[in-house]
């Protein structure tokens, strides 16, 4: 059987033109993309009325898209911020056991005019330090993607005996109970007698990742305090204060984000 001439260019189906739904909620700051697309699953998420079944729909647009029956406003300029988280937070929105969210004490940190903020990534109940926050699903995704590269620094202070030598080994990164974890640039600041203080530099961020590596050199964390993002550092921020990251490096290095260049 002779074989199908190829079908002509002007009969082939269009790309649709847009993104998919689940990507438009989180850039306007609804939830991140995994939470919109299990909003959309739950049949919260709505075009003209009716209900979306799959978070793979493209769109030009959020016109006629609503949330729990709510019409989802247009997209606002992309905005962070850096909380300096205190310990004893859980960096969620709610907490089944009850503890207080970073939500408790964003209310008086943020400024005012602030709106919806996602954080970006977690920090342990017990970690405290630099925490961004955005109003951009999109954004918040790009920085927290082991892919993108952005290195997280750390100040842990920990009892027990730990060389130089053997924190520089750690970057060649280090299998613990069958996770592997990335590159990480250690470096002993100071010891006295058993109390060590170790700056800790990761770009992968798993979970509990600088406890654990410190836990299977021996050593017991009893603080741990993230002093840098990418370029964007604690500094002398008030620990339960937030400030709103503006000017030109930060407008420079989200342009970098979005084109997949970052600038960190």
């Known amino acids: 059987m002779p074989s199908q001439p190829p079908r002509p260019a002007s009969q082939s189906s269009p790309r649709p033109a847009g993104e998919r739904i689940a990507k438009l909620l989180a850039r306007a700051g609804v939830a991140s993309r995994r939470e919109a697309e299990r909003m959309i699953a ?7 009325g009716k209900v979306l079944e799959t978070p793979a729909t493209i769109l030009p647009g959020l016109a006629g898209v609503t949330v729990d029956g709510k019409p989802v406003a247009a997209p606002e ?3 962070l911020f850096a909380f300096h988280k205190p310990a004893g937070l859980i960096t969620a929105a709610r907490d089944p056991a009850g503890r207080p969210t970073i939500y408790h ?4 940190a943020l ?8 954080p970006v990534g977690r920090l ?4 405290e ?6 109003n951009d699903g999109a954004v918040k995704r790009q920085l927290e993607l082991p892919a993108s590269g952005i290195p997280r620094t750390y100040r842990a202070r ?14 060649e990164g280090v299998t613990i109970d069958g996770v592997r974890y990335g590159r990480i640039d250690a470096n002993l600041e100071r010891a006295r007698g058993r109390n060590l203080w170790i700056e800790l530099t990761i770009t992968e961020g798993k979970n509990r990742e600088v406890r654990r590596v410190l836990e299977h050199l021996g050593l017991a964390v009893n603080r741990l305090i993230r002093t840098a993002y990418g370029p964007f550092l604690l500094g002398d921020l008030p620990r339960g204060q937030a400030v709103e990251l503006t000017g030109k490096p930060v407008a420079r290095f989200l342009e970098g984000l979005a084109k997949g260049e970052v600038r960190a």
């Open 42 to 48: 739950e049949g919260r998420v709505a075009l003209h």
């Open 77 to 79: 300029p992309t905005r």
């Open 105 to 108: 004490a964003l209310r008086n």
């Open 111 to 118: 400024p005012p005019g602030a709106g919806r903020v996602m």
């Open 124 to 127: 342990d109940f017990n970690t």
């Open 129 to 134: 330090g630099l925490l961004l926050l955005t």
């Open 158 to 171: 920990a009892f027990g005996t730990v060389s130089q030598r053997q924190l520089d080994e750690l970057i």
